[in-house]
Nanobody, 123 residues
Framework: QVQLVESGGGLVQAGGSLRLSCAAS????????MGWFRQAPGKKREFVAA????????YYADSVKGRFTISRENAKNTVYLQMNSLQPEDTAVYYC????????????????WGQGTQVTVSS
């Protein structure tokens, strides 16, 4: 069992930055692929980024490539999402998730989900 708690969301102006954190409980955190997803009002939840269990491989949605960076610290049971050059279209609730399946961009490959943190980007 893995429990996930996101933090770091907030209100930022376009062009600004935020860093999201996802703290995990459970001794098996380091064995999971970790992903970030987001859901804007009226839209489906979409993939943002993912990182392998050891942190040596990452994958990004085209919409965030070059602006967002996912990383993890297994010793701290934490995964991060550094978001730079934020735009209004990045406004959404951001969720972290843990899973062992593939492909990483599929929602249903993730077993555990956090409650989400709101990110709002003003123009």
């Amino acid at each position: 069992q893995v429990q996930l708690v996101e933090s770091g969301g907030g209100l930022v102006q376009a062009g600004g930055s935020l860093r999201l954190s996802c703290a995990a409980s459970g001794r098996t955190f380091s064995s999971y692929t970790m992903g970030w997803f987001r859901q804007a009002p009226g839209k489906k939840r979409e993939f943002v980024a993912a990182i392998s269990w050891i942190g040596d491989s990452t994958y990004y949605a085209d919409s965030v490539k070059g602006r967002f960076t996912i990383s993890r610290e297994n010793a701290k049971n934490t995964v991060y999402l550094q978001m730079n050059s934020l735009q209004p279209e990045d406004t959404a609730v951001y969720y972290c998730a843990a899973g062992r399946g593939s492909p990483w961009y599929r929602n249903d490959e993730y077993t555990y989900w956090g409650q989400g943190t709101q990110v709002t980007v003003s123009s």
